[in-house]
T-cell receptor, first 107, second 118 residues
Framework: SYEMTQPPSLSVSAGQTATITCSGE??????VCWYQQRPGQSPALVIY???KRPSGIPERFSGSNSGNTATLTISGTQVMDEADYYC??????????FGGGTKLTVL | QVRLVQSGAEVRKPGASVTLSCKTT????????VHWVRQAPGQGLEWMGI????????GLAQRFQDRVTLTRVTSTTTVYMKLSSLRSEDTALYFC???????????WGQGTLITVSS
């Protein structure tokens, strides 16, 4: 089965850039989404199709995907961005797989 | 507006079954696939399965293929998930989510907590 690896945790200072990675074999050949889950809430889609932002998601959220690594970048991180972040990939051979999640702490 | 509203928390004994519901409103029910995702306490997200509300086609993660049944009732725009042969490891928060044409899960239910305990 297909697996994706994320760092369990990441800490950044408010106003700095947070970079969350998601690694998997030939991940660049798949579509990747990213979800934000604040404590006690349902996940929310923040990036789809590697780089696209749904309506209402701030421009400080951006994504990329190449080779074996997808990346979620949060520029000018705010305290409200403190949450768990999950990558998700899709292709016909391994549909709808989630990464293990990264807990982002904003100091 | 688009909403997915899930049924309330349930407690079951090991070996029992439970059926969760996900009532959808605010969009064309037959146009979007619905997925089920679970999250054990303090753990990450786990994809369980998908149903195409326009027909009866479903897909399940391999580990759930013998224990999960997905159904829908078009007239009430509701999807259901039945999980059988419950064990303590099934204690989790279960979410339904709408898929936007391979563009991710754009709307989520509030989650249903299932507790399996003797």
């Amino acid at each position: 089965s297909y697996e994706m690896t994320q760092p369990p945790s990441l800490s950044v200072s408010a106003g700095q850039t947070a970079t969350i990675t998601c690694s998997g074999e030939k991940l660049g050949d798949k579509n990747v989404c990213w979800y934000q889950q604040r404590p006690g809430q349902s996940p929310a889609l923040v990036i789809y199709e590697d780089t696209k932002r749904p309506s209402g998601i701030p421009e400080r959220f951006s994504g990329s995907n190449s080779g074996n690594t997808a990346t979620l970048t949060i520029s000018g991180t705010q305290v409200m961005d403190e949450a768990d972040y999950y990558c998700q990939s899709w292709d016909r051979s391994a549909p709808w797989v989630f990464g293990g999640g990264t807990k982002l702490t904003v100091l | 507006q688009v909403r997915l509203v899930q049924s309330g928390a349930e407690v079951r004994k090991p070996g029992a079954s439970v059926t969760l519901s996900c009532k959808t409103t605010g969009y064309n029910f037959t146009t979007y696939y619905v997925h089920w995702v679970r999250q054990a306490p303090g753990q990450g997200l786990e994809w369980m399965g998908i149903i195409n509300p326009s027909g009866t086609a479903t897909g399940l993660a391999q580990r759930f293929q013998d224990r999960v049944t997905l159904t829908r009732v078009t007239s009430t725009t509701t999807v259901y998930m039945k999980l059988s042969s419950l064990r303590s490891e099934d204690t989790a928060l279960y979410f339904c989510a709408r898929e936007s044409a391979l563009q991710g899960f754009d709307y989520w239910g509030q989650g249903t907590l299932i507790t399996v305990s003797s």
